[in-house]
């Protein structure tokens, strides 16, 4: 059973920064999966942010292009969202999903394994 767990929000003024950090089991998940991150504002449809292949190629929406940076380190299982120039448009509950595919989706509705979710707020 995949597990995915995120952790590292929380609040910021506009123009701070914050870095998501999603731990996945079994430890296959962040080399043969395709990991995404996925937000959802208040009273919004769930929104793709970015995502990287199992290959490593990374794609961003246009509004955190720039801004959202993500990685991902295999031997800690971990994938991150490194987040700058935050502006109060960014809050959300951010989601990191995954999907068993060589290829990745903007699509949310295509992840089948998701997380929690973690809270970004970000004040003007």
């Known amino acids: 059973q995949v597990e995915l767990a995120e952790s590292g929000g929380g609040s910021v003024q506009t123009g701070g920064s914050l870095t998501l950090s999603c731990a996945a089991s079994?430890?296959?998940?962040?080399?043969?999966?395709?990991l995404a991150w996925i937000r959802q504002a208040p009273g919004m449809e769930r929104e793709w942010v970015g995502d990287?292949?199992?290959?490593?190629?990374?794609r961003y929406e246009p509004s955190v292009e720039g801004r959202f940076t993500i990685t991902k380190d295999n031997a800690r299982n971990t994938l991150y969202l490194h987040m700058v120039s935050l502006k109060p448009e960014d809050t959300a509950i951010y989601f990191c999903?995954?999907?068993?595919?060589?290829?990745?989706?903007?699509?949310?509705?295509?992840?089948?394994?998701w997380g929690q979710g973690a809270q970004v707020t970000v004040s003007s």
């Open positions: 079994p430890s296959y998940v962040t080399s043969k999966y395709c």
């Open positions: 990287m292949s199992r290959d490593g190629n990374v």
């Open positions: 999903a995954s999907r068993e595919d060589i290829f990745c989706s903007r699509d949310p509705g295509r992840y089948t394994f």
